[in-house]
């Protein structure tokens, strides 16, 4: 069962994905990097292995963060700084980047402090044009994460495998998906789910689900990440007000006049509802038949005081 808010995480954050085994006398490749922080750590790592007296301030210092920046490489490692242009630029010199590098580096750095799904799906596209001709297992399990928070039908067949009955084959799923799907998005989206290791095949061939449940968690530092899945559920749930007759949907919505404070307050008892429904039929262990989508919107009508 999704829950893009339980035991399988799926993490957004690029910092859990595996990343190249750099040896001291192996200088880093940004090819081989998803988190542009690990690449300037193990830079720094592998420029001390041939000079034991330069400092992680002389490296932050060097690529432009000026005299009084003692600790600040601790900070960006923590992500608490973010990089600027010049920055970019900077660390890009004092690495020692050809031109195609730090194209690749500045994407990459933009990619990961992307505060907007548009500014994350733009750096990534640029990310892997230049990565293409190029192979590496971090890339390819950051552009299965990217598919699976892009594209609906990720999570939907995910919960398909689970249906009673299931059938591999693209017109089984396809007539399932209201025929909203290709068959090349069909097969690419397992092949995500299983690089993902959200999909696992039985020594038959069988598919199912590695595990029960996928948790992502509902914050701040997430949001962007999953904005897309997001707004084409919504999308979805419009197209079934319109296809759908009353007994087969459910549409309803409140609006209150309240105090600013109970916003807080309303989401956290959303969030029990949602545990609630979840706890309830989502681990039903009886004949599962189909997939269903529950979206709860809560938002303010009147503008926000800046």
């Known amino acids: 069962m999704e829950k893009i808010e339980t035991s399988h995480t799926l993490t ?17 490749a ?12 193990d830079s720094l790592n592998y420029i001390q292995s041939r000079n034991s007296k330069y ?15 003692r600790g600040y490489f601790n900070l960006i490692m923590s992500g608490k700084r973010n ?56 890339f390819e399990l950051l552009k299965s994460q990217y598919n699976y928070f892009s594209h609906w039908y990720l999570v939907a067949i995910r919960e398909l495998v689970a249906v009673e009955n299931f059938k591999e084959n693209y017109e089984w799923v396809s007539k399932k998906l209201r025929n909203k799907i290709s068959k090349k998005e069909m097969h690419e989206a397992i092949a995500d789910l299983i690089n993902l290791g959200l999909l696992k095949r039985q020594d ?21 990440v999953v904005n897309a899945l997001h707004s084409q559920f919504l999308d979805l749930a419009k197209e079934s007000l319109s296809e759908d007759q009353y007994k087969d949907r459910s549409a309803s919505c ?14 956290e008892e959303i969030k029990a509802f949602r545990e609630h429904i979840l706890n309830k039929y989502g681990t039903n262990s009886g ?7 529950l979206g709860i919107q809560l938002n303010h009508i009147t503008a926000l005081e800046q």
Request: aromatic share 12%; glycine share 4%.
């Open 12 to 28: 957004p954050t690029e910092q859990t994905l595996p990343q190249a085994a750099i040896g001291m006398n192996e200088r880093p």
């Open 204 to 224: 038959n061939g069988k598919l199912l689900q590695a595990e029960e449940f996928v948790t992502f968690t509902d914050n701040s530092m997430n949001y962007t």
């Open 55 to 69: 400092s992680a301030t002389a490296f932050v210092r060097q690529a432009g963060f000026g005299e009084n920046s």
């Open 30 to 41: 940004i090819y081989d990097y998803v988190d542009y922080r690990a690449f300037l750590s």
């Open 287 to 293: 004949k599962l038949d189909c997939v269903l989508n």
């Open 83 to 138: 990089l600027s242009s010049s920055t970019i630029l900077g660390f890009a010199k004092t690495i020692k980047l050809n031109e195609k590098e730090t194209f690749h580096f500045e994407n990459l750095v933009h990619y990961n402090q992307a505060t907007t799904e548009k500014e994350k799906a733009l750096y990534f596209e640029r990310i892997s044009k230049s990565m293409k001709g190029r192979t590496g297992a971090a």
């Open 254 to 267: 409140v609006v209150i006049a309240t105090e600013k404070e109970n916003f807080d307050k309303i989401r």
